[in-house]
């Protein structure tokens, strides 16, 4: 299947631009070409129309002779008062404009009144072609100046003593060809300058918005390879500095994970190594050695064999939460029964090596829950083991166990060093280590801090850590309690 060649963002740009630039351009030659007839005879009917109306409201002020004046002049219209004689009681015209009244006299006027007061005081007529001589253009030549449309506007207004009052407007409609003629070839020198303006305006802007961008592009391909010494550049464009900031935070901490991962790499190898070196020691001093084969050497090759295999499960189950392959099974659980259950296995630790591992609880004698049990039974394991390794010279863990309001609550306390403050945001993260000097573990993998931030979120669980240093560290977490229908 062929592949349809993409567009870049640049053509696209200028491509826009260059439409609403045709866009406008045409609706500017259909306005003052094609339209502008329209618009003017639509525009001089409705100045006569308003005209019209002005001066029959206004007819009994003092000033109308000066009212009717301003309004011809500033209109191109001409005017005439009709009592209801039909004789003119004001007349005007404005700048000399030639009237179809020159041309009709009062008394005819009246079949514009009596046409008015049928249709409900207003009423308005065009006549066609009619012909106008202007009196220069006819001392001169004789002609007509042009065909030219009238429009007719009459207003009746009762008068306080019975009678009535016509207000008649005259409105010539030239045409405004030479205009458009004119306004063509004015057209046509803009819409050449203004396409090759807009055009070099249009690149140079498409241009300028996609140089930052492509070069962001560059920079981030850079960054695919592994280089976290690319720095993303600034522009002037807002929305770039913003992407580029954006990528700029996501290549710090990218460089932080990747370091953190080649540290993991190495401390894992470190854990890894260890046990095998002390399976393969004890495995030849028993073949070449007669007499070796104890119960001691062997129960040796046993605890790093567990060792080993606990250590490849947890980098297993971290890879299975990571890619969502882990599912939780919840199900009724005592966690008086879970944690008294587990104890039993730290048996040899606390007689061989003066451990002490307290389990408080108080007056609780189960604390009814719901969970996963196997992935419950492996938070617990992994949070005594990080307190095993790190608990002070006292090698004490305590347990404890409390009703919390509606979730019961487990603190797992050591006695150790403690952890910096600045340090407790980030040490449930996947590869961050408190120390950076990589200590083997008395038990577990070392990597099971983040197996518990992953089970205890797929529970929605609460969980934290609080941690005073030189005195210890408390990491906790609550469940909701069982209702007694769930129970």
């Not at 109308?64 to 009681?89: F, G, R, W």
């Not at 166990?401 to 407790?424: A, F, M, R, S």
């Amino acid at each position: 299947m062929k592949t349809k060649r993409k567009i870049s963002l640049k053509w696209r740009i200028f491509a826009a631009l260059t439409g609403i630039l045709a866009l406008i351009l045409v609706l500017l030659w259909l306005c003052q070409t094609v339209f502008l007839n329209s618009f003017y005879k639509t525009v001089k009917v409705y100045e006569a129309k308003s005209a019209a109306q002005t001066i029959a409201a206004n007819l009994y002020d003092d000033d109308i002779e000066l009212q009717i004046a301003a309004a011809c002049t500033a209109h191109d219209i001409s005017v005439k008062v009709l009592n209801h004689s039909y004789n003119t009681v004001y007349a005007s015209s404005g700048r000399e404009m030639p009237s179809f009244f020159n041309n009709i006299p009062d008394s005819e006027l009246s079949a514009f009144s009596e046409k008015a007061q049928e249709n409900g005081g207003t009423y308005s007529e065009y006549f066609e072609g009619f012909r106008l001589e202007t009196a220069q253009s006819g001392k001169q030549s004789g002609k007509p100046r042009a065909d030219v449309t009238s429009f007719i506007v009459a207003t009746v207004v009762a008068d306080q003593a019975g009678g009535y009052y016509t207000v008649v407007v005259n409105a010539n409609i030239t045409p405004v060809d030479s205009v458009i003629t004119t306004l063509r070839v004015i057209l046509i020198v803009v819409t050449v300058l203004t396409v090759l303006g807009a055009l070099i305006a249009a690149f140079i802007l498409s241009a300028g918005l996609t140089k930052p961008l492509k070069k962001l592009s560059d920079e981030a391909k850079e960054l695919a390879t592994g280089d976290y010494a690319v720095t993303f550049e600034p522009s002037s464009i807002k929305e770039v500095d913003e992407l580029a900031d954006s990528l700029n935070y996501a290549k710090t901490e990218l460089g932080k994970i990747d370091s953190l991962q080649k540290e993991l790499v190495a401390n894992i190898s470190h854990d890894l190594r260890t046990p095998l070196t002390l399976i393969t020691g004890y495995a030849e001093v028993m073949r070449d050695i007669p007499g070796e084969v104890t119960e001691e050497n062997l129960q040796v090759i046993i605890d790093e064999s567990n060792r080993l295999t606990s250590l490849v499960s947890d980098v297993l189950d971290i890879s299975k939460f990571s890619a969502g392959a882990q599912k939780m099974q919840p199900e009724p659980v005592d966690l008086v029964a879970e944690i008294n259950g587990i104890i039993p296995r730290y048996n040899k630790l606390m007689e061989r090596d003066n451990y002490h591992i307290i389990f408080e609880h108080g007056a609780l004698q189960s604390a009814p829950v719901t969970a996963d049990s196997t992935a419950l039974l492996q938070v617990l394991y992994n949070l005594i083991n990080n307190a095993v390794s790190y608990t002070g010279e006292d090698k004490t863990v305590t347990i404890h166990l409390e009703e919390d309001g509606e979730n019961y609550t487990v603190h797992i306390i050591d006695t150790g060093e403690g952890i910096p403050e600045d340090k407790l945001p980030y040490i449930w993260d996947r590869y961050y280590k408190v120390d950076k000097n990589h200590r083997r573990a008395q038990m577990g993998s070392g990597l099971g801090l983040s197996i518990v931030k992953q089970i205890l979120d797929a529970h929605g669980a609460a969980y934290g850590v609080t941690s005073t240093l030189g005195e210890g560290s408390d990491f906790w977490f609550s469940l909701a309690k069982n209702s007694e229908r769930d129970a």
